[in-house]
């Protein structure tokens, strides 16, 4: 099983931006397809937030193309979730985990997103 750490997360004005980190443990992620996904406030699924393969191919839902990009550092085993021009929908708790080996959550990151 893989251990995900997630951080970065913060209190933040409309507009602005965040980068979310994913710390992953357990094996080396560099031919895993990883992926974001979010909970927002009184949802109980986590909806999909974008993916990246092995190869850096990334796909994104609707909802933040254009404003968020996902990239990964296979030497520090961690993946990122740059995050711009944000919106107070965008409020949630970030989560990532591994499309090819599905694993326990880890404790997400909280992103909150207010004037």
């Known amino acids: 099983q893989l251990q995900f750490v997630e951080s970065g997360g913060d209190l933040v004005q409309p507009g602005d931006s965040l980068r979310l980190s994913c710390e992953v443990s357990?094996?080396?992620?560099?031919?895993?397809?990883m992926a974001w996904y979010r909970q927002s406030p009184g949802q109980q699924q986590r909806d999909f937030v974008g993916?990246?393969?092995?190869?850096?191919?990334?796909s994104y839902a609707d909802s933040v193309k254009g404003r968020f990009t996902i990239s990964r550092d296979n030497g520090k085993n961690t993946v990122y979730l740059q995050m711009n021009d944000l919106k107070p929908e965008d409020t949630a708790v970030y989560y990532c985990?591994?499309?090819?080996?599905?694993?326990?959550w880890g404790q997400g990151t909280q992103v909150t997103v207010s004037s």
């Open positions: 357990g094996t080396i992620i560099r031919f895993f397809t």
């Open positions: 993916h990246i393969t092995s190869a850096e191919a990334t």
């Open positions: 985990n591994s499309v090819t080996r599905i694993s326990p």
